[in-house]
């Protein structure tokens, strides 16, 4: 038993004894004087009012002592009454000590029952010594015997009622305790679920924002790529009209340099070189197939075509340097000169057109290089978001080199210009293939951040979902945790 309750019970207990001995013998006197005709001497009942009394007023210089004399009042005084009225009118004096051991097992305490036990027996063994006279006009002898016993047993039956009832009360306390410690866990567990699931909610709220970010610069990316992607279809319409253009150069070429095949032997130079810089293209176009990151790609790719355009630019400059040798040569020649200035004219025509068509494609590239940089930003601001893919490609051309100075016959003019109109097939090829590739990663890019706005989209509504349903888990969580706190107090 706590020993709070314990004061609470012994105090209350102690009012009791004290109630109940100052009335018992004014009660007595009364009925001894009413009924029994009573004399002055059997006022000395009173003396278990005067002994409930003195406890009274020292019950607290004597604290948890008090309650030994209380129990003791009935024993002790009774005693006296017995021995000194020896008028044998207080037969009922037995019954009183039972009663004052009953009470003495509502402290809960063994020893209280031993003190009372002891007192009654001792009391009463000595006044029976004493004043045998006065306890046989009350009961016989063998009365007196037959009340110890049952006396004695009662004592037995307190002493285990009283020791019963404090387990009983200490294995409930214990129980009480072991409910406190369950209640403090509980509660430790609770707290801690609580902050965990704080975190959780704070979390998804910052995913479902990041999510809507994503959301947003990704939407921004497909269009930026869409817009690139009707941009290289324009760039492809104006290859597919040169390639046209070159083609008839190259058949005028060729029917000129079908008639000076007894020439060929002196071309091995010039072949060999064009072999050179096809080697090298082939590099190019090797290199551009190398492509792993998309946004990165597109931006090389833009840089390559325009480093592939300056050297078309280049090539118009020497392919211009090249028809006025030959138109020079062919004024030297006189008459047998005249084809190879219609050759020249053509080579020139031609040379005017690239440079046309360079323009243009300068133009568009311009216009690509604008939007791949707008769609690096938006890319380099997402870095964090989307995996960076934008590896840098090495350079896929080597700029045409050891061009020949000059020619010294109309026939080396006619049979370079030939080579110079494959060499730009070759590059109208290679910017063909780079073009349709860029076309190809555009619409993969345009696909793939649709997939990605698609997928973000989901995952901010399931996020959402999740976000409500922690919200309602939150609140339970916190009615839990009120009715803990009220089970607390």
Known sequence: MGIVVQRNVEKRMNTIMFGVTAFVPIAALGFVMLFLQGTAIDCIVLLMLLFSVIVRLLERRLGHLAKYFYTCIFPVAGAILVAVTNDGKFGAISQTYLFGLILAIAYYEVRVVYVNAIATLGANLVGILLFPESYQKIHSYVVWIFIA???????????????????????????????????????????GLKGSSNQIYGTLDSFELLSKDIVGSTAAISDSADIQSKEVQG????????EDRILQSENSVGETVRNMDILQEKNNQGITSIHQLSEGFEKNLRATEQATDEMAALSEKTASIGEIVESINSITSQTNLLALNAAIEAARAGEAGKGFAVVADEISALSAQSSEATTRIEDI?????????????????????VVDSNDKLKDTIDVFHNMLASSQTVVKVADKLKQELKGVIAIKDSLLTSMQTLSSMLQKSSEATEGISSTTEEQATAVQEIVQSMEKVQASMDRLANVLEGSGE
């Open 149 to 191: 016993i049952v006396y004695a047993m009662s004592v037995v039956a307190a002493l285990l009622i009283a020791g019963n009832t404090k387990k009983l009360f200490a294995s409930v306390e214990r129980e009480e305790q072991k409910m406190e410690d369950v209640l403090k866990d509980v509660k430790s567990a609770f707290e």
């Open 365 to 385: 590239l311009d216009e690509i290089t604008r939007g791949v940089d707008h769609a690096r930003e938006i890319m380099d601001g997402n870095r964090k978001i």
């Open 235 to 242: 760039s492809l319409s104006i290859f597919s009209e040169l």
